[in-house]
């Protein structure tokens, strides 16, 4: 998990051999439980765009403002609650 990590100058940065597979406009993120201490930055409902990639999955906000620019997963860290 990265946080500002995968973007640059209002674009997506990729890791080489990286494809993009599907990708959403108008995405609403937020986080289900921010009362641990993630810091202010998980906070609220951020508006973007989500890619999801051959490695992992992109949100890129479009405030600019907003102090979580880019959010980025691997797969590998998902898991089920299963």
Known sequence: MS???AHYQNGLLLYQGEQIVNHS???TLSFDDT???CGEV???KHKGKVFVTSHRMIF???DQRDNL???AVA???FTSKW
Do not use: E, P
């Open 25 to 27: 406009k108008n995405v």
């Open 69 to 71: 620019q880019s959010f």
């Open 3 to 5: 946080i500002n990590q």
């Open 75 to 77: 797969f590998i860290c």
């Open 60 to 62: 890129l906000n479009d």
């Open 42 to 44: 998980f906070r609220g």
């Open 35 to 37: 009362s641990r201490q």
